[in-house]
């Protein structure tokens, strides 16, 4: 009979988003540290957002009562020294008065928003902290020519220093290269990938910065978390529960 397995040191969730939630539980109940795929979980059918919120705190606490961390897998907030460094602002903490992202991913309607929204409120969390969105308006259309779809979303985010105009555009792209980017108080910086080497950079338009793969950044982060025995991230990742909007 061959030797029972070692208990894995971690897990990853990066399956189907609607049942992403069965998978956590399962890594849950082994007592095992989980790097998750964006969003945590999504409801087949709709929940209001304070019944998100309880799911979420209650999910949070049985992971801190195994002593194991619930990791996001959010990449975007690892690029902001770059960023710093494309604008030479590193030290520097003015007050952000608009932040605006653009992303362009494959899917079309709900889907856009479950892909990429995630990537939106974790740039929201690290540069602003936690906070609540209002006046929230969103606009959706289908391109007749081409039947490629675009989602904007505008909204004011208020946060413990005070209210930013935040705005979220996607466009959706079938083929890569797929535009993306952010920019805050008007400074813009653009994703750019180099292939075959995959070297990413941000740029502006008479600079560009290298930078290390955010998704490499975000894992190492994972398993350094895990190593230091630190607890779940409790307000950025009910933060990003403000996709249920």
Known sequence: RPPPRPTPLYSSAASD????????????DKKIPIFCEKPLWWPAHTLGTEEVQIKTENLIDAFDHNKRI???????????PAYNEL????GKKNKIENFEMWMSPV?????MLIDS???FFSMLFALLGAGELSSINISYAVNEKNKLATLNLESI???DTGETIVKFFLKQCKDP???????????SAERHIKMPEYLLSLSNKTNSVTMNDPLNESVKSFVEA????????????????????
């Open 70 to 80: 619930l990791w996001l897998n959010t990449q975007w907030p690892f690029t902001i």
């Open 87 to 90: 604008y030479n602002a590193t």
């Open 157 to 159: 985010y208020s946060h």
């Open 117 to 119: 929204g995630p990537h």
């Open 17 to 28: 988003v609607y049942k992403r939630q069965e998978q956590i539980l399962k890594v849950l």
């Open 107 to 111: 899917s079309n309607g709900q889907e």
């Open 177 to 187: 290269p797929r535009p993306a980017g952010y920019a805050i108080n008007g400074k």
């Open 226 to 245: 895990v190593k230091m025995n630190k607890k779940t991230d409790r307000e950025a990742i009910k933060n990003l529960s403000l996709i249920h909007i």
